[in-house]
């Protein structure tokens, strides 16, 4: 039976393929251009293991990055990153096992020579394959969109999107009508797609006729799909991905909407939150990637500090305040100071605005590259937070937003984190509004948490760091 994700999974083995190919030139190419060709097959042969142990490490490591994961829209970062990631993990442990296992060591100089030349053919594979292939038709799905009301052209344009990819073809928006039993067909100008009106009983086949590789449920109202249920289930039965309001707002935008939780989806969706080994995993990475950068990090930390001295002599450096933290347990957090002391003498606990005159100039470029939260690597370090997770909020803007948000409080049963995966996707907010859009990612990031996507969250933190960008779009 497909799954309502089979269409996109369905690459991972032909991508996986792709990337042993490209390890088999880079490992052939390696020995060549170090040793020559006379030495490429006793070469291989004599140190077969290792080889072997190289390439499943290359793509483990891929395969935990996301890199065999249908890329939803072209991301040459992404592709950079996971490139990245697996060659430096890849590399370090047959360093470490070339240290306890002598017999698997292999030449520095044929290994790095194999790197070289494998990176160079999986990237430029890559790009060609999501810049050229990918964007054909013929390489792209078909899809058919049940309905023709608000949501359905929210997936419209959704699917329409030029960097999306592969590239989706909408060859129609289906409509029921309960009682016809044939047929029609006409155009919506406005939208230029085909509107397909057919009986009840023929929309299996119609869905079939027009070749449709996956079908979006875009109805505005449940009642609309009763009757036809049997039917979708057989289109999955026989390969049709078909995927619900819900589904289609998880693959395509990395959020799970509000209006579509209840406490139904919450008690399925708990059964993939994070187990007590994923948390012990990702906690070890939070250590070990503090005592990696944290010579760097002490070194950014001590500029931030001369400057808001040089700026404010007589101001506090650090700014402590109370926030929630996992299981509403309250902690304080550390950040460095960005407004001027007593900025909520008068207000109490708001939120920070644009353009907001409590915060100083320096604050203001320290809030553009995040560097006012370095000192929350403390809380990590303490086990209070984590690097990814959902950021904390104040005790009274928590107790506010519980009431008026539903499910506020489920984003409370992970550690919160120094950077996250709302925080990434949508720009900072003000408002309860976005509040409510923010904990949509939030929820998102609770079911499908991996090591992969906190990697990928982390270096595009990174990146809007670097660069000062207000959130990474995709």
């Not at 960005?338 to 109490?348: I, K, S």
């Amino acid at each position: 039976m497909a799954t309502h994700r089979s269409y996109l999974q369905q690459q991972i083995l032909w991508m996986a393929a792709l990337d042993l190919l490209c390890l088999v030139f880079g490992i052939l190419g390696g020995v060549w251009l170090r040793l020559g060709s006379t030495e490429i097959g006793g070469y291989v042969a004599d140190n077969v293991s290792i080889w072997l142990y190289f390439s499943l490490t290359i793509v483990v490591a891929n395969y935990v990055s996301g890199a065999y994961g249908m890329e939803l829209r072209l991301s040459r970062f992404n592709m950079v990153v996971n490139w990245l990631f697996s060659i430096l993990m890849a590399t370090a442990l047959v360093g470490a096992t070339s240290y306890a296992w002598l017999h698997l060591a292999i030449g520095r100089g044929v290994l790095g020579y194999t790197i070289l030349i494998y990176s160079i053919f999986w990237l430029s594979l890559r790009l060609i394959i999501y810049q050229r292939v990918f964007a054909r038709e013929s390489f792209g799905y078909r899809v058919v969109i049940l309905g023709v009301g608000n949501t359905a052209r929210d997936f419209l344009r959704m699917v329409r999107s030029p960097d999306l990819r592969p590239v989706h073809r909408v060859v129609g928006m289906l409509v029921v009508d309960g009682v016809g039993n044939g047929r029609s067909i006409v155009r919506d100008e406005q939208e230029d797609v085909a509107v397909i009106e057919c009986g009840m009983a023929h929309v299996a086949s119609t869905i079939r006729a027009m070749g449709a590789d996956v079908v979006m449920l875009g109805v505005d109202r449940e009642a609309d799909l009763a009757g036809i249920y049997p039917q979708l289930r057989r289109l999955r039965f026989e390969g049709v991905s078909v995927l619900t309001p819900l589904e289609v707002a998880e693959a395509y935008g990395g959020r799970v909407p509000l209006r579509l939780v209840d406490e139904h989806w919450l008690m399925h969706a708990s059964q993939g939150f994070a187990t007590p080994v994923a948390l012990r995993f990702k906690r070890l990475m939070d250590l070990v990637i503090i005592l990696l950068f944290g010579v760097l990090a002490l070194l950014v930390a001590g500029l931030v500090v001369l400057l808001i001295k040089v700026t404010g002599p007589r101001h506090p450096v650090l700014y402590m305040q109370e926030r929630v933290g996992r299981f509403g347990v309250i902690f304080r957090i550390y950040k460095f100071r960005t407004m001027r002391p007593g900025a909520e003498a008068d207000t109490g606990a708001v939120w920070a605005s644009d353009n907001d005159p409590r915060i100083t100039w320096v604050g203001r470029f320290f809030r553009k590259y995040r560097l006012d939260e370095l000192p929350q690597l403390i809380n990590v370090w303490r086990g209070e937070m984590s690097l990814v997770g959902p950021r904390p909020e104040r005790p009274e803007i928590v107790e506010k937003l519980a009431r008026e948000i539903p499910y506020y409080r489920e984003r409370e049963n992970l550690l919160p984190g120094l950077t996250g995966w709302a925080q990434i996707r949508y720009p900072y907010g003000a408002t309860t509004d976005d509040a409510r859009a923010k904990l949509e990612f939030d929820l998102y990031y609770l079911q499908n948490l991996s090591i992969g996507l906190d990697l990928r969250i982390i270096l595009r933190t990174l990146r809007i760091v670097v660069f000062g960008l207000e959130r990474e779009m995709k």
